[in-house]
């Protein structure tokens, strides 16, 4: 059973930056899609971002764009959520999850591993 163990969530107030992980383990790592969702408290789970195999290519939620950074360390399979100015909209439950071979689009249900999620909570 492949572990995706996300780090790094916290509590903390708006205009700051946290930069979450996503260490994985016993999965195969290089050959596929990664994508952070997050889950508002009484809303739906929703796409921020996903990061390819191919060249590292990326999408991003029209939301987070130009505030949010994914990236990838093969070496230490490992994926990255770099987020700053982050606002209280950006409160939820951040999941790590690893797309279906040869998918990297942006809908969860292309995504079938799934860590446990992160806490993230921005103050005003």
């Known amino acids: 059973q492949g572990q995706l163990i996300e780090s790094g969530g916290g509590s903390v107030q708006a205009g700051d930056s946290l930069t979450l992980s996503c260490r994985v383990s016993i999965l195969s790592f290089t050959n596929y899609a990664w994508g952070w969702f997050r889950q508002a408290p009484g809303k739906e789970r929703t796409f921020v971002a996903t990061i390819s195999w191919i060249s590292s290519s990326t999408q991003y939620a029209d939301d987070v764009k130009d505030r949010f950074t994914i990236s990838r360390d093969n070496a230490k399979n490992t994926v990255y959520l770099q987020m700053n100015n982050l606002k209280p909209e950006d409160t939820a439950v951040y999941y790590c999850?690893?797309?279906?071979?040869?998918?990297?689009?942006?809908?969860?249900?292309?995504?079938?591993?799934w860590g446990q999620g992160t806490q993230v909570t921005v103050s005003e």
């Open positions: 999850a690893r797309a279906q071979s040869g998918y990297r689009g942006i809908y969860s249900r292309g995504y079938d591993h």
